[in-house]
């Protein structure tokens, strides 16, 4: 179990990071150790957007250029992979064509119209979330960060449970798609809204609700858009699970800045 949970951890953060992290195995086994890992992938990636931004708005930057600091973490320790993820999802979500075609779309290199619009209007969002939390003062900025890395994260935790297939038999939806039984991401689910409640409850009485409500709005946001692309496509790809991790982020973000001082 102990090497299992070694190999699940390279595996999350060999997948879902371009950290220095080298994949040793490449089954479904592993798949569903990493997919149960990836919260704390997402906390690593979160540590540091926090930490970038935190930094520049101490020494003086300002929370809009905080802000975007943060934002370009998560794009740079991911290649934009996440991002082109969501993009290639618009495309064929917004292509109204039939499954087969959209996944193809999907498959193409550049990006169509709806792709790009969504990525202005998703990193506009992100921007604008965490300026208004740096804003309140950077304890609150770098800590939506790290909720946001986390709670992106578990979705892809929610997203891999068993009973949401695959839509192509190849690929990196297809290695991690229904690997996660359904009570095992569950609790990943509780524990992690949990720990990001208790962490919330640090800064100041209602921390604790707006945090947690944060993550399960986040979760509720990537559902959505999890079961109309199964709907849509027969199942799940790499794209979707893109997707559904910047949904969850943003809509992260976007929960904490409602309710603030």
Same mark, same amino acid.
């Given at each position: ?10 595996? *999350?953060?060999?997948t879902?990071?371009? &950290? ?13 150790s990493?997919?149960?890992? +990836? ?9 540091? /957007?926090?930490?970038?931004?935190? &930094?520049?708005? &101490? /020494? ?8 975007? *600091?943060s934002?370009?973490?998560? %794009?740079?320790?991911t290649?934009?992979?996440? !991002?082109? $993820?969501?993009?290639?999802? =618009?495309?064929g979500?917004?292509s109204?064509?039939? #499954? ?23 990193l &506009?969002a992100?921007?604008?979330a965490l ?10 900025? %770098?800590?939506? #960060?790290?909720? +946001?890395?986390? *709670?992106?994260? @578990? =979705?892809?935790?929610?997203?891999s ?10 690929? !990196?939806? *297809?290695?991690? /798609?229904?690997?996660?039984?359904? $009570?095992? =991401?569950?609790?990943? %689910?509780v ?5 990001? +409640? %208790? ?12 945090? #947690?409500?944060?993550? @399960?709005?986040?979760?509720? +946001?990537a559902?959505?858009l999890?079961?109309h ?7 799940v ?16 973000l976007?929960?904490?800045t409602?309710?603030?001082?």
């Open positions: 179990m102990t090497s299992l949970n070694s190999h699940g951890i390279r595996f *999350a953060f060999g879902l990071t371009v &950290l220095p992290v080298r994949v040793t195995r490449w089954d479904r086994e592993t798949a569903r990493g997919m149960l890992h +990836a919260p704390l992938a997402g906390l690593v990636v979160g540590l540091l /957007a926090g930490a970038l931004g935190s &930094l520049s708005l &101490l /020494a003086g930057s300002g929370p809009l250029l905080a802000a975007v *600091a934002v370009a973490v998560p %794009a740079a320790l290649r934009g992979l996440h !991002l082109d $993820g969501l993009a290639d999802t =618009a495309d979500l917004g109204g064509k039939p #499954a087969e075609d959209a996944l193809r779309i999907m498959k193409q290199s550049d990006i169509g119209p709806f792709g790009v619009i969504t990525l202005l209007l998703v &506009l992100q921007v604008a300026f208004e939390l740096y804003g309140e003062g950077w304890a609150h900025g %770098a800590l939506g #960060a790290v909720v +946001a890395g986390v *709670a992106a994260r @578990l =979705a892809l935790t929610l997203a449970r068993q009973g949401v297939p695959a839509a192509r038999p190849e690929g !990196l939806g *297809a290695v991690v /798609a229904s690997t996660v039984p359904g $009570g095992r =991401a569950l609790l990943a %689910a524990v992690t809204v949990a720990l990001c +409640a %208790a962490a919330g409850a640090l800064l100041g009485p209602y921390g604790a609700l707006r945090h #947690a409500l944060a993550v @399960l709005g986040a979760l509720a +946001a559902e959505l999890l079961r692309c199964v709907r849509r496509f027969g199942g790809t790499g794209d979707v699970f893109g997707g559904a991790e910047e949904t969850a982020a943003t809509a992260a976007v929960a904490l409602f309710g603030g001082v």
